[in-house]
């Protein structure tokens, strides 16, 4: 027996790869207003990086969560990666 669920297809575009968007279709998806504190090592000292979505460098900081303020006061919207 098939469950309802899996029985209806879901309405609209089919899923795509997220690495196969364009930009601007990144844009629409609010992309430009999301940047990301990554943990890094320079000069043999840990720092926190801020990279735009994209991958674009943004700042260094000692501190996380100075990182994740700074990306707040810019109204963008934080992610921490490991």
Not at 5 to 22: M, Q, V
Not at 60 to 75: C, G, K, N, Y
Request: charged content about 20%.
């Amino acid at each position: 027996m098939t469950s309802p669920l899996h029985s209806k297809s879901i309405p609209g575009p089919a899923p795509r790869d997220i690495r196969d968007l364009t930009m601007r279709e990144l844009e629409a998806l609010g992309i430009s207003q999301v940047a990301y504190v990554k943990s890094v090592v320079i000069d043999g000292e840990p720092v926190f990086a801020i990279h735009a979505a994209d991958g674009t460098p943004m700042a260094l900081t000692e501190d996380r969560d100075v990182a994740v303020a700074a990306i707040l006061q810019h109204e963008m919207v934080p992610a921490l990666v490991h």
